[in-house]
């Protein structure tokens, strides 16, 4: 089943079952940590998320950790996680994950614009195409435009806490009314390019390059 290993869309939680044998699993440290509610919006948990990306959680190295952001820029840009937290503004707000299996999440995402991120390597202004790499070999793409119109962020945190690795510590892309299978977890790497012709790992496999919510993710 193809929806089943996307790698950014996940599927709903096992019931599961705390000691007591009532069927209900009890909070962990990062659930009890996270905001439930952002400005009167009732926010989804983030055990409402199963991990199932194509290579599993990855466990990436704080200290080693570098985001590349190359191609058609000025300055080849080489960061580290802290740098990228503390050089630029922090953003928040309320996004829906849509999954293609038939259901949503609504998360308060914390993150950099990735506008910001473009400008400070000097990213060429007519270049069409952002490429988005990820740590476990996943990839996507989403057109310039499309990410600066909506001021798109890259997220480190969900609900006020960090990003766990199972969803994309250090970064997730936040790709509003796109897919889930747009959501790139552990980006490690983000290409300024003309190639609009490129194609992720699942649009290779024949889902829809744009990922529109309106539209089905074949295309149709």
Known sequence: MVAAALGACTTAPDGGGGPSGTGAPEPTKLE??????YQGKDLSSISEFRENSIKGPQQVDRGSYRLKIGGLV???KSLTYEEVITQNVAYKKVVTLNCVE???VDILWEGVKIADLLDSAGADPDARVIIFRAVDGYSTSLPASYIRDNDLLLAYKMNGVELPPERGFPF???AQDKWGYKWA???EEIEV???T???GYWEQRGYSNEGDLDKGSRGE
């Open 172 to 174: 997730q892309l936040v």
């Open 32 to 37: 009890r940590a996270q905001v439930k509610e």
């Open 197 to 199: 012709s490129f194609k």
């Open 193 to 195: 390019s003309d190639d």
């Open 185 to 187: 977890k552990w980006i």
């Open 74 to 76: 000025d300055t080849e």
């Open 102 to 104: 038939g259901w949503s």
